[in-house]
T-cell receptor, first 116, second 116 residues
Framework: AQTVTQSQPEMSVQEAETVTLSCTYDTSESDYYLFWYKQPPSRQMILVIR??????QNATENRFSVNFQKAAKSFSLKISDSQLGDAAMYFC?????????????FGKGTRLSVIA | DVKVTQSSRYLVKRTGEKVFLECVQDMDHENMFWYRQDPGLGLRLIYFSYDVKMKEKGDIPEGYSVSREKKERFSLILESASTNQTSMYLC???????????????FGDGTRLSIL
């Protein structure tokens, strides 16, 4: 079974600084998708960024980028120029590629605080 | 924009009651999911459904059942609520098509359920 591990329960960053959230996963599959979701205090889960395993290029979305290391099964999220609105729970998630009804497997989350 | 609507944001019930949590999505998604979220445990999948009247057990189905009579609606049922089912419950939906595997799950705002 696939597992997703987020080893940092809590992180903090100064406003305007850069922070990296770590995520590792365990799978025997060669093709899959990886996601980062953000959950602010409003509780709405919001997709931040996604990465296809067969793509070597790291995904980027504005201030958010990933460092995808397939051999190491690592998928870290880098937030540049951190803003107060980035404070939230961040969840890393994995999806197999074999069928369309495959659920996501989530890590336990990292709570990010942004210090003004 | 996809909208996933959970019927209650907060709910308080008593031990032994039968509890219904309702979820409706408006984007004709085939897949629907129920998760519970607990501090330090992340999101854990209870049940999911990829078609009307179809259901699949997730990681923690014990004490729960589900109903999918219409494509847009997915209900989570606590047959006899217990205090250990006090939690945040999140509903999500997504497309089924294999070509849509990179598409994210869309989440509702969550129901915070307290069992007294």
């Amino acid at each position: 079974a696939q597992t997703v591990t987020q080893s940092q329960p809590e992180m903090s960053v100064q406003e305007a600084e850069t922070v990296t959230l770590s995520c590792t996963y365990d799978t025997s599959e060669s093709d899959y998708y990886l996601f980062w979701y953000k959950q602010p205090p409003s509780r709405q889960m919001i997709l931040v960024i996604r990465q296809e395993a067969y793509k070597q290029q790291n995904a980027t979305e504005n201030r958010f980028s990933v460092n995808f290391q397939k051999a190491a099964k690592s998928f870290s999220l880098k937030i540049s120029d951190s803003q107060l609105g980035d404070a939230a729970m961040y969840f890393c998630a994995y999806r197999r590629l074999n069928s369309g009804n495959t659920p996501l497997v989530f890590g336990k989350g990292t709570r990010l605080s942004v210090i003004a | 924009d996809v909208k996933v609507t959970q019927s209650s944001r907060y709910l308080v019930k008593r031990t032994g009651e039968k509890v219904f949590l309702e979820c409706v999505q408006d984007m004709d998604h085939e897949n629907m999911f129920w998760y519970r979220q607990d501090p330090g445990l992340g999101l854990r999948l209870i049940y999911f459904s990829y078609d009307v009247k179809m259901k699949e057990k997730g990681d923690i189905p014990e004490g729960y059942s589900v109903s999918r009579e219409k494509k847009e609606r997915f209900s989570l049922i606590l047959e006899s609520a217990s205090t250990n089912q006090t939690s945040m419950y999140l509903c999500a939906s997504s497309l089924l098509a294999r070509t849509a595997l990179d598409q994210p799950q869309h989440f509702g705002d969550g129901t915070r359920l307290s069992i007294l």
